[in-house]
């Protein structure tokens, strides 16, 4: 199969890709970079001829609704109109968590379905890249803050690209629908990510201080709605076992910390591996 994937050279886009060739398929990753412009529209029509299926990985937060909510619209009314089936890749915990990047998600999920065309959404947890950025975060020398009950379910960002490739490559729904979330095995308190991430670098377990929940996103964070719910589908390498592969001065792999941000960093300025180190 012809399959185009936006953000084809991004951190998720480009294991897609490569999982795609794996299986002998023909992958074209789509971005600026290539003459593909979501929030223009510009190049769109060429670059996705002759494709068989649509997998969205492209994004730019720093954008607000330019790229994330209009480029998804713009995109998913394109594939509707061809008749493509078009795979997105989304967050769980979208619909109860308050922050406007998510609310963008949202968004975006709710533009395809409007778009009408055959679509499937999947919504994955944090990355296991993201999860460590937000860990060390939250993470002052030997304390780490721990928002009530806090606690993540950090994917294997190619057990995700995987199941992305397995839905562009099987049958086209009839119109929009969900794909069953994903998430990693296991879930961790936020002092046992802190804990892995300092013994990593052969330090002692960090003192867990516990804050109190104020406002509706800090709640829904303490309640675990950024946690997947019973019958996800659950797999890839824990993230332990990520850890280990990662330099114990890891500055590489470290991906997108703005997804859980309320106020997205710029890329590369203020990139997550210059953040607090645990
Ligand atoms: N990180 C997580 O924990 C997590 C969890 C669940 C879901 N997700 C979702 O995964 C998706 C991909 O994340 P990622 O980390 O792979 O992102 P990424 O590495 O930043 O890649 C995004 C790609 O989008 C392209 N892009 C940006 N603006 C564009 C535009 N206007 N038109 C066309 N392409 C554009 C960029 O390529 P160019 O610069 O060449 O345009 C870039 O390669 C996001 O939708 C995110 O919400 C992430």
Same mark, same amino acid.
């Given at each position: ?64 609704? #330019? ?31 308050? #922050? ?63 199941? #992305? ?68 589908? #659950? ?44």
């Amino acid at each position: 199969m012809r399959i185009v994937v936006t953000g084809g050279l991004g951190d998720l886009g480009s294991r897609v890709v490569r999982t795609l060739q794996g299986h002998g398929h023909d992958a074209v990753p789509v971005s600026r970079r290539s003459g593909v412009d979501l929030a223009t529209g510009r190049g769109l029509e060429a670059g996705l001829a002759g494709a068989d299926a649509v997998v969205h990985c492209a994004d730019d937060p720093r954008k607000g609704d #330019l790229v994330t909510v209009d480029g998804t619209r713009r995109l998913a009314e394109f594939t509707a109109a061809a008749d493509l089936h078009l795979v997105h890749i989304s967050i769980v915990g979208i619909d109860a968590i308050a #922050l406007k990047y998510y609310q963008r998600k949202l968004a975006a999920e709710r533009a395809i379905a409007e778009a009408g065309g055959p679509a499937t959404v999947l919504r994955a947890t944090q990355f296991h890249s993201l999860t460590a950025w937000l860990a060390r975060s939250l993470t002052r020398g030997p304390v780490t803050l721990a928002i009530g009950q806090l606690a993540f379910q950090p994917v294997d960002i190619d057990y995700v690209a995987t199941r #992305l490739v397995q839905l562009a490559t099987g049958a086209s729904p009839a119109a929009y629908e969900r794909a069953t979330d994903v998430a990693g095995p296991e879930v961790l308190t936020i002092g046992e990510l802190a804990a892995m991430l300092r013994a990593h670098r052969g330090a002692t377990a960090p003192r867990v201080l516990r804050v109190p929940a104020v406002g509706g996103l800090m709640r829904a964070l303490a309640a675990r709605a950024n946690v997947a719910g019973p019958g996800a589908d #659950l797999g890839g390498r824990r993230f332990v076992d990520w850890l280990a592969e990662q330099p114990p001065g890891a500055h590489r792999g470290v991906n997108d910390g703005w997804a859980l941000s309320a106020q997205p960093p710029p890329r590369h300025s203020r990139c997550p591996c210059h953040g607090p180190r645990p």
